[in-house]
């Protein structure tokens, strides 16, 4: 089946430090990737999204790549703020064997961005 | 703006007394869903809506039922709350068939069971 594999966190950081979240998925077909934000209290959002083989999705200055090779798709920032601060989640979309669409979600990394 | 709106944002019931979460759609998307979100866990589908058809997850419990009257409204009912069943709800629609559409989030109610 399909799942979707991110690294643990919570992930600390200062302000305007690099950031890197891990994601690696398991799937059959050409899924498409996604990665979600929640703040504090709130619903998920989506952050960015990639729907074939190198495509990279971008938004408020965080980025992934879709790499098919390495079934991964990382989340990257290149100088975090407190108010990134969030638990992220990546997620994966493909075709059940029903012909419906699955969203299956990693376990979440909560990031903390210090002052 | 259009979006999903769940009432209420907090919900506090008693062990074994029904309760129902509510969530309310102005995207006109075919696809509702219902999920459960415990502390620092992954959102788990419990079921979805693809226009009337309801599809039911093979470990939802029972316990769990959902209404969809109409495209706009979905309802979850819990019949009978234990402990356990204290979570975020979390109710998101998408548009119907497309892997690359994303899902819309309302902002969820916290449950409670006294």
């Known amino acids: 089946g399909n799942s979707v594999t991110q690294m643990e966190g919570p992930v600390t950081l200062s302000e305007e430090a690099f950031l890197t979240i891990n994601c690696t998925y398991t799937?059959?077909?050409?899924?498409?990737l996604f990665w979600y934000v929640q703040y504090p209290g709130e619903g998920l959002q989506l952050l960015l999204k990639?729907?074939?083989?190198?495509d990279k999705g971008s938004n408020k200055g965080f980025e992934a790549t879709y790499r098919k090779e390495t079934t991964s798709f990382h989340l990257e920032k290149g100088s975090v703020q407190v108010s990134d601060s969030a638990v992220y989640f990546c997620?994966?979309?493909?075709?059940?064997?029903?012909?419906?669409?699955?969203?299956?979600f990693g376990s979440g990394t909560r990031l903390q961005v210090q002052p | 703006d259009a979006m999903v709106i769940q009432n209420p944002r907090y919900q506090v019931t008693q062990f074994g007394k029904p309760v129902t979460l509510s969530c309310s759609q102005t995207?006109?998307?075919?696809?509702m869903y219902w999920y459960q979100q415990k502390s620092s866990q992954a959102p788990k589908l419990l079921f979805h809506?693809?226009?009337?058809?309801?599809?039911n997850e093979a470990d939802t419990p029972d316990n769990f039922q959902s209404r969809r009257p109409n495209t706009s409204f979905c309802f979850l009912d819990i019949r009978s709350p234990g402990l356990g069943d204290a979570a975020m709800y979390l109710c998101?629609?998408?548009?119907?068939?497309?892997?690359?559409?994303?899902?819309?989030f309302g902002n969820g109610t916290r449950l409670t069971v006294t």
């Open positions: 998101a629609t998408s548009r119907v068939g497309r892997l690359d559409s994303p899902l819309h």
């Open positions: 799937a059959t077909g050409y899924p498409s």
């Open positions: 990639a729907t074939k083989a190198d």
């Open positions: 997620a994966l979309s493909s075709t059940m064997d029903t012909g419906r669409r699955a969203l299956t």
């Open positions: 995207l006109n998307h075919n696809v």
């Open positions: 809506y693809y226009d009337k058809d309801f599809n």
